[in-house]
């Protein structure tokens, strides 16, 4: 635009002088504008300049009027012919520039939306770009949340879980504290026992060792008798001698007279043969005490209280206790032979009980009574015991009685147990436990043969003379008998 201004300055510029200029010398200029390509050919200023110089106007001042006329009407027209073509020129280049400048204008338009397009799809491309990145860490953010709820829920699941966890142990805690208080309470109690017991068995040790420095004693005076007697020997063989004479003399007598009535009377005072207190009872012996019965299958002979009065006779006694002087903590061997005295306490013996009740059917019959005056009994119909290599396993059947409305002897089929033999059907030893000989089932609700408790120290006793559905489990009873008797007596 500026090279165009200055063409039409120096064009301006030719056409005052161009009057003068001859057309001989030109230069020709080109204008490159957009498309359109301007060639002007102009006369060369210098050589209008030498040409003017020679030029006879400005020196010859007075000169033909008419020539100078003419010259003048001549130059007056040259100038309004270049002053039109000037217009012209002017009017061309005005309207080519008004299509150059509204196509530079369009161009420009154009090329700047073209660029304000480009921009606005880079920003759209940007602005997706960064939607698609939002959306990525939107999702990854939502991924993100529901993993942590979801671990949030797990976390209270199992939080819920260790709670219950944690009551249900609470409880149990509880629970063993309970029982460890118990136990402990029970060990307790049973320490007590034992230094009780300790200390009647250190009296009793004491009164023991009495007794067998009297013995000892009264043992020196028989040998001494001993000794006297032996002296006394001939003597006796001559008494001995004598009463033989005196036997003679008495059965040369029988034979001449007899007495038949005074010979049943000495078979009566006899009873070796009788299997057990039903028989002697039968045989007119209706006084109760101790007679000699013959252990089933055998010769030998065994001593046996006979009780001749409760419920008609005629019972074998077993067992009985009613002043603690015997002890009944003894092993398998003593019960199965039988220990005691039959005038007072004593445990007939387990292979005695075990032959008679496979004779007969036997009825089973307990006496007992309290501290407090109190008697009751418990019967079974049927009653016996295996042998030994059973364990004289007890079967019993048919109960009734007074002492309890429920047997308390146990179970049907129990084995018997000692402290040396344990029998029973718990993990403990329930002899070496609560004492005696005893069909313990674990270990039961009865033992006839416990430790015996004196008057005013036999309650709160685990190990005492126990009949549970009589007196409960921790009473010790006064005195206790235990007897036999055929069912068909
Ligand atoms: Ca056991």
Not at 18 to 26: E, L, N, Q
Not at 277 to 285: D, E, Q, R, T
Request: net charge negative; with cysteine; charged share 25%.
């Amino acid at each position: 635009h500026w090279e165009l201004k200055q063409v039409v300055e120096v064009l301006s510029l030719c056409l005052v002088m161009g009057t003068r200029c001859s057309a001989a010398v030109k230069r020709e200029y080109n204008i490159q504008h957009g498309q359109c390509s301007y060639t002007f050919l102009l006369p060369e200023p210098e050589n209008c300049q030498t040409q003017s110089s020679n030029y006879p106007v400005q020196k010859d001042g007075p000169m033909d009027q008419d020539e100078s006329a003419q010259r003048l009407e001549q130059l007056e027209m040259t100038m309004e012919n270049n002053t039109q073509w000037l217009l012209k020129l002017e009017n061309y280049i005005q309207d080519s520039m008004k299509q150059d400048i509204v196509q530079l204008q369009q161009t420009a338009v154009h090329n700047h939306t073209a660029t304000m397009i480009e921009i606005g799809t880079n920003l759209l491309s940007q602005t997706a770009e960064q939607t698609r990145k939002l959306t990525n860490v939107e999702a990854q953010v939502i991924h993100h949340t529901a993993r942590l709820e979801r671990r949030l829920l797990e976390n209270s699941l199992s939080t819920n879980k260790l709670e219950k966890q944690l009551i249900v142990q609470t409880n149990e805690i509880n629970k063993l504290k309970d029982k460890t208080s118990i136990l402990e309470k029970k060990l307790m109690d049973m320490e007590e026992q034992k230094q009780v017991d300790l200390k009647t068995l250190q009296d009793e040790k004491e009164q023991l060792e009495t007794l067998i420095l009297r013995q000892t004693a009264l043992i020196g005076e028989m040998e001494e008798q001993l000794l006297r007697v032996s002296s006394n020997n001939t003597f006796l063989q001559q008494q001995q001698q004598e009463l033989l004479d005196t036997v003679n003399g008495l059965i040369q007598t029988i034979s001449a007279g007899s007495v038949p009535e005074s010979k049943s009377v000495m078979m009566r005072d006899t009873p070796s043969t009788f299997l057990d207190c039903a028989a002697v009872f039968k045989s007119g012996n209706t006084q109760s005490g101790v007679y000699t019965l013959t252990l089933p299958n055998t010769t030998t002979e065994v001593k046996a209280f006979c009780d001749m009065e409760t419920d008609g006779g005629g019972w074998t006694v077993l067992q009985k206790r009613f002043d603690g002087t015997v002890d009944f903590n003894r092993t398998w061997q003593e019960y199965k032979k039988g220990f005691g005295e039959p005038s007072k306490e004593f445990w007939l013996g387990n292979e005695f009980i075990s032959r008679l009740t496979n004779q007969h059917s036997y009825k089973l019959r307990i006496e007992l009574s309290d501290w407090e005056g109190n008697s009751g009994f418990s019967q079974y119909d049927e009653f016996s015991l295996e042998s030994e290599a059973q364990n004289y396993r007890i079967h019993f059947k048919g109960y009734s009685g007074t002492a309890g409305k429920i047997s308390s002897i146990g179970q049907s089929g129990s084995d018997f147990s000692t402290k040396d033999a344990d029998n029973d059907k718990c993990v403990c030893k329930c002899s070496q436990l609560i004492t005696g000989g005893w069909w313990f089932d674990a270990c039961g609700p009865s033992n006839l043969n416990g430790i015996y408790y004196q008057q005013r120290q036999n309650s709160n006793r685990f190990n005492g003379i126990k009949w549970y559905y009589w007196k409960g489990s921790r009473y010790s009873l006064k005195s206790t008998a235990m007897m036999v008797r055929p069912a068909d007596f």
